[in-house]
């Protein structure tokens, strides 16, 4: 009795679904250490907003209402 191709198929036969299923975990995994990543980050490594306070008025700008 054969196993049934379910994801992918081609002239490797089974090991077709092997390499899919290896690249997927892989790109499963990769994401996940990304999201980890993203939500351990401090604010303090993200890039300030430029504070438009304390920049000189410019002469050739209009001051919005």
């Known amino acids: 009795m054969s196993v049934p191709v379910i994801l992918a198929h081609g002239a490797l036969g089974i090991w077709d679904e092997v390499i899919f299923l290896s690249l ?30 304390t920049e000189p008025q410019s002469t050739d700008r209009f001051q919005l209402d």
């Open 24 to 53: 997927a975990a892989i790109f499963l995994v990769m994401m996940g250490i990304s999201w980890f990543r993203s939500r351990a980050a401090t604010p303090e490594d993200d890039i300030p907003a430029p504070d438009h306070a």
